[in-house]
């Protein structure tokens, strides 16, 4: 896409369905959350040692219905309170080395990467999804009712995350921040939204989970959204459930949490992603009613984008956001 196509976009705010009950919903779930008894550890990391300048340690907590989740945390050494970023990887992998995270630890910033249950890294699925997890874990549940998909689950275990960030007394939680891209930026949009207390500002590129129904009318539901496909294929095959599923999807599409952020927002869309279309991006982005900007990267797709990376210097380290 263009800049000028995207800027044509700029009164798009999506095609998948806002349920009715959407806020009721998520306080619900959150209020389920909230009354999981925290239970977590923190320990020396097994696959890195620590060093001089900062500790490399284990996070483990329990979960809904009891899963055993992980992250990585690492925690510079201060005599005083520090910055945290919250990170949250792309689908369906996993929170990166240690050593690569340590950027943030060189600024002075906690970072707290956690991965999502049953993908690529430690977390453990607690399952019990009623329906097909053949393809992919946006369809995980969907034959059940809302509350039961795994990422309505993998947001509630979030909500956990965020209990214990507030008993860390090394964390200045002032000063909370998220950041993710992909999967990760629709984690993170979800986490701004039903968190808004917490987090102070958030880093978004190219969030996955966004505008299903666009994704589909554009035949884009391949490669990350390829459960859309699958299960339209083989449990709705002449479509008369449609109207049902992007209905429920709704309660976990990015667009649809957007609108509750508060925190400013920096966000970042590469012009040639096929993997989440720049139209979903743009239902998003006019969704967000906080402080943002957006910056658009001409010949980048769905991959590293290094200037934004470096925009998070300024973003996340002033007391104020630079937008």
């Given at each position: 896409m263009?800049?000028?196509e ?9 095609a ?5 009950d ?15 008894p925290?239970?977590?550890?923190v320990?020396?990391?097994k696959e ?23 992250a ?5 050494h ?7 970023v ?7 992998g ?21 991965d999502?249950?049953?993908?690529a ?11 097909t ?6 369809v995980?549940?969907?034959d059940g009712?809302a ?14 995350l ?11 939680l002032r ?13 993170g ?9 917490l987090i ?5 590129l ?8 666009l994704v ?6 391949e ?5 859309i496909r ?7 095959a002449d479509?008369h459930?449609?109207?049902?599923w ?13 609108t509750?952020?508060?925190?400013p927002?920096?966000f970042?869309t590469?012009?040639?992603d096929?993997i989440?279309?720049?139209q ?15 910056y ?6 769905h991959?590293?984008?290094a ?10 380290c002033?007391e104020?956001?630079?937008?």
């Amino acid at each position: 896409m263009t800049a000028s196509e995207i800027e044509a976009l700029g009164g798009y705010y999506g095609a998948t369905p806002k349920p009715a009950d959407f806020e009721a919903f998520w306080q619900a779930r959150m209020a389920e959350a909230d009354a999981v008894p925290l239970d977590y550890t923190v320990t020396q990391a097994k696959e890195a040692p620590s060093w001089d300048g900062c500790d490399f340690l284990d996070l483990w907590f329990t979960g809904m219905a009891g899963a055993r989740i992980y992250a990585k945390y690492l925690r510079p050494h201060s005599d005083k309170p520090v910055p945290l970023v919250l990170q949250f990887h792309g689908y369906p992998g996993a929170s990166r080395s240690f050593a690569e995270q340590a950027s943030f630890a060189g600024m002075g910033m906690a970072l707290i990467a956690m991965d999502c249950p049953g993908q690529a890294g430690y977390s453990v699925d607690a399952g019990g999804f009623l329906g097909t997890t053949v393809s992919g874990h946006i369809v995980a549940g969907l034959d059940g009712p809302a509350e039961g998909m795994y990422y309505v689950r993998l947001h509630q275990n979030i909500r956990i995350l965020c209990r214990i960030v507030r008993q860390l007394q090394e964390i200045d939680l002032r000063r909370v921040f998220v950041n993710g891209g992909s999967q990760g930026g629709g984690l993170g949009l979800a986490c701004c939204a039903l968190n808004p207390g917490l987090i102070n500002r958030a880093a978004i590129l190219y969030p996955f989970l966004s505008d299903f129904k666009l994704v589909w009318d554009l035949g884009a539901d391949e490669i990350a959204y390829e459960g859309i496909r699958y299960y339209a294929r083989w449990f709705d095959a002449d479509e008369h459930q449609q109207d049902r599923w992007f209905r429920q999807l709704g309660y976990i599409d990015s667009k649809n949490f957007a609108t509750l952020v508060q925190c400013p927002v920096l966000f970042g869309t590469g012009l040639e992603d096929v993997i989440c279309p720049p139209q979903t991006q743009c239902a998003v982005y006019n969704n967000l009613h906080c402080k943002k900007k957006r910056y658009l990267f001409p010949g980048y797709g769905h991959e590293e984008i290094a200037e934004f990376d470096d925009m998070l210097l300024d973003f996340f380290c002033k007391e104020e956001a630079v937008l």
